[in-house]
């Protein structure tokens, strides 16, 4: 069975993704839904998941796949997805956790105690919960790989990002952890994005984007796309010899002190978002 998404042509060409089934988590729009959409176009059988039931239905639909809704911090959502894609397509190869959630917001002295196990439900319980469930019900038997985003923002501090930051580089290690304990069979590597356009930065690139692109080595915020050719790229065979990986996405963000004297002005923004109280 091959996706009636998938395009001809060579921009996939030594992928070996044709025919494989994949789950991409919070897929309905963002990286996730880039992601889940070049996949498709390689030939995958795309399994989309988010909470909205009438988006996944929609995404599902469009990309020629399947879809469940629903929480990554429900364990029994992530065991419908397993058994859901295996009773579809009678196999797991590729795993992109890529469902976060940037909640608490704020400085972490404020954070309430009971709010910030969410934090780390979604971006880091769910992806370990998700590979031990796609590893014992295929992996383990037939081989696969898995990218976890994470952010580049994980490798330092940021205001009011600190529930986000520690989970995400709790992410961090768990993908390099997972990556020695399930090889030879399974590859586990990470992609980490700048600030790219979509739903979730919005309050970051939106209110100033040209000042944002300007004091960013490459010139431009990043787009959907952008990441989602780097995680396809890390979950198909042409990435057969890399497990353990953190692949930067991110228009020179990291460089940038090199490229410009310029303040920092994400985290400007990050500093004076206040978010909606709940
Ligand atoms: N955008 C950036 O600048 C940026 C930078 C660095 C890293 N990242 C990372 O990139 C990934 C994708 O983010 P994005 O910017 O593409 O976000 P987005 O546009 O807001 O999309 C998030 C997707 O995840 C789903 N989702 C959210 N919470 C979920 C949950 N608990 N369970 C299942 N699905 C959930 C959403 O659908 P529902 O709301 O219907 O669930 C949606 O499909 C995240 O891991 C994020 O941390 C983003």
């Given at each position: 069975?091959?996706?009636?998404y ?27 839904r ?62 992109v ?13 404020e954070?309430d105690?009971?709010?910030?196990p ?11 919960r ?93 787009e ?24 930067l ?18 985290h ?11």
């Open positions: 069975m091959t996706s009636s998938a395009l001809k042509g060579h921009a996939f060409e030594g992928y070996g993704l044709e025919g494989r089934a994949a789950v991409v988590t919070g897929a309905t729009r963002g990286i996730g880039a992601v889940a959409g070049q996949l498709a176009a390689a030939g995958a059988l795309v399994c989309v998941t988010a909470r909205d039931p009438d988006e996944v239905r929609s995404a599902a639909d469009e990309l020629g796949g399947i879809g469940v809704s629903g929480s990554v911090a429900d364990p029994d959502h992530l065991r419908e997805v397993t058994e859901l894609t295996l009773r579809a397509f009678g196999r797991i190869d590729v795993v956790n890529n469902a976060a959630t940037n909640q608490p917001y704020g400085p972490l002295m954070a105690p009971d709010a910030w969410e934090a780390f439900a979604v971006n880091v319980e769910a992806p370990l998700l590979v031990q469930r796609a590893w014992r019900a295929w992996m383990r038997e037939h081989g696969g790989s898995v990218v976890n985003v994470c952010t580049e923002g994980a490798a330092h501090v940021g205001p009011n990002v600190g529930a986000y930051g520690t989970s995400k580089a709790a992410l961090l290690h768990l993908t390099q952890q997972l990556a020695g304990e399930l090889a030879p069979k399974v590859r586990v590597n990470s992609v980490s994005p700048g600030l790219v356009r979509t739903e979730m930065a919005r309050f970051v690139w939106e209110p100033g984007e040209e000042e944002l692109a300007a004091g960013l080595p490459l010139g431009r915020i990043g959907p796309e952008d990441v989602a050719r780097a995680v396809v790229w890390l979950a198909s065979d042409a990435a057969q010899w890399i497990t353990g990986a953190d692949l996405v991110d228009g020179g963000t990291r460089v940038r002190t090199a490229y410009s004297a310029r303040e920092y002005a994400v400007d923004r990050l500093r004076s978002y206040a978010p909606p109280r709940s």
